[in-house]
């Protein structure tokens, strides 16, 4: 069986908000301001630069009408 890296679901979770800003034509400068954050943030946010805490997740996500949801296996 492969080993997944410990950074997969961190880098799954980046791609998939990433993917919903780009499908809903947000781009980052106005996700920055809903998230109340620099657009320089989201910048390194989305190239995996910054290690983002679950409650900077969470905010990302309701700004853009998502919701953030962990399992554990």
Do not use: C, H, W
Request: hydrophobic share 35%; no cysteine; glycine share 4%.
């Amino acid at each position: 069986m492969k080993e997944q890296s410990p950074l997969t679901p961190r880098y799954e979770v980046v791609e998939q908000l990433k993917s919903a800003r780009k499908a809903q034509n947000v781009t980052q400068e106005v996700l920055a301001e809903r998230v109340g954050t620099k657009k320089s943030n989201i910048s390194r946010f989305e190239s995996g630069r910054y290690n983002p805490s679950l409650d900077f997740l969470i905010k990302v996500a309701d700004s853009l009408g998502k919701q953030i949801q962990i399992r554990i296996r």
